[in-house]
């Protein structure tokens, strides 16, 4: 078991566009399992590699552990196919923001296309909290954060709250 430092607003790997993953192999395998370690200890619902310093394609989430139920999902390359017109705000916390959560508008079902581990290609529909989770984590390989959802007006508020978090 590994687990990771998470980088923390505004470090500069949360404002990268990450890069796709040419192959999977055993080195993609071991910074899944990484991810999905420093994802529980952390502990949170999803990461994404650039939360610890890795500039590549690659997210995880788990949005049933604390429920009860583990349900682990390593999305490699994702990419959204298919979204609802109908849209939900949902409160968004970040684990590479601490303390600070913003409200965010995102359509409520999407779906996702992504490579699996195994080299195959997935698609499945998500909606709730875990289609917000899906897009929260496709952000960060697109080096979007919470913050950037907000309003000039809020994000300044929020980022000021931000500064008043770190240790």
Known sequence: ??????????DPHLRAVCDPVAVTGPEVAALARDLLDTMYAAP????????IGVLQRVFVTDTTWKD???SPIIFINPRIT???????VQAEGCL?????SV????PSTVTMTWTA???TEQSRSFSGFAAACVQHELDHLNGVVTLDHLPADQRQKAEEA???ALP
Not at 44 to 51: F, K, Y
Not at 82 to 88: I, M, N, V
Not at 103 to 106: G, K, Q
């Open 117 to 119: 581990l195994d080299g």
């Open 68 to 70: 009860g139920t583990a």
């Open 82 to 88: 298919g979204a609802s017109e109908e849209t939900t």
């Open 44 to 51: 949170g619902r999803g990461l994404a590699a650039p939360q």
């Open 103 to 106: 409200d965010v508008r995102r």
């Open 96 to 100: 590479s923001i601490p303390g600070v």
């Open 1 to 10: 078991m590994t687990v990771r430092q998470i980088v923390r607003w505004p």
């Open 162 to 164: 931000c500064a008043g």
